[in-house]
């Protein structure tokens, strides 16, 4: 039973617009979420992180969304730019808890 | 800085074979975590460490996986009897404060085969 779903497996945008990864979870006792960046052979980097009282966090090119209602957390990245491309995992915390729960991942790949 | 190193990049093991995985956190990194990600899925958590403490070991999957990290630094994954299904990249990570919101940082991993 998936707790954190990305449903899409990739997307691709063009050098320059806008690229929006989507995430959706179903534990209501989730209160941390975060974004992290994975290439090829590399363990994952951290990229942006959200706290469940907020709805909204900024970080230069990066801002992600929190909609507690629907149970949804979305990344945007605008502009994209070709260094872009990379699978991005969507993950949450639980109250009280030490380890992440992942999303399989969204392979972002930008096209020049 | 150094990040976080994993030791060995990759390793083949055949069924039946006993493995140890190595990891070396940033230092003065607090906590500490190892991962699971077998092909195509997101990193499952496995076990935490708060300095030399296994605090949580809830993820691992059975009682042939084993970690400790007897100094607070560097911590060992052991897997006994390794089976196909343990196939995968085990990858650690540490980070700065104790359970709190500091972020991870992930190793490389090890790549784990069993054949």
């Known amino acids: 039973d998936q707790q954190v779903k990305q449903n899409s497996p990739s997307l691709s945008v063009q050098e320059g617009r806008i690229s929006i990864l989507n995430c959706d979870y179903t534990?209501?006792?989730?209160?941390?979420f975060l974004w992290y960046k994975k290439y090829p052979a590399e363990g994952p980097t951290f990229l942006i992180s959200?706290?469940?009282?907020?709805d909204k966090n900024e970080d230069g090119r990066f801002t992600v969304f929190l909609n507690k209602s629907a149970k949804h957390l979305s990344l945007h990245i605008v502009p994209s730019q070709p260094g872009d491309s990379a699978v991005y995992f969507c993950?949450?915390?639980?109250?009280?808890?030490?380890?992440?729960?992942f999303g399989k991942g969204t392979h972002l790949i930008i096209q020049p | 800085g150094a990040g976080v190193s994993q030791s060995p990049r990759y390793k083949v093991a055949k069924r039946g074979q006993d493995v140890a995985l190595r990891c070396d956190p940033i230092?003065?990194?607090?906590?500490l975590f190892w991962y699971q990600q077998a092909l195509g899925q997101g990193p499952e958590f496995l076990t935490y460490?708060?300095?030399?403490?296994?605090?949580?070991k809830s993820g691992l999957p059975s009682d042939r996986f084993f970690a400790e990290r007897p100094e607070g630094s560097v911590s060992t994954l052991k897997i006994q009897r390794t089976q196909q299904e343990d196939s995968a990249v085990y990858l650690c990570?540490?980070?700065?404060?104790?359970?709190?919101?500091?972020?991870?940082?992930f190793g490389n991993g090890t790549r784990l085969t069993v054949t």
């Open positions: 230092s003065g990194h607090v906590s």
């Open positions: 993950a949450a915390r639980p109250v009280g808890a030490d380890g992440l729960t």
């Open positions: 990570a540490s980070s700065l404060g104790d359970r709190d919101n500091s972020p991870l940082h």
């Open positions: 959200i706290s469940s009282i907020k």
């Open positions: 460490f708060q300095n030399e403490a296994q605090l949580d």
């Open positions: 534990n209501s006792m989730f209160d941390y």
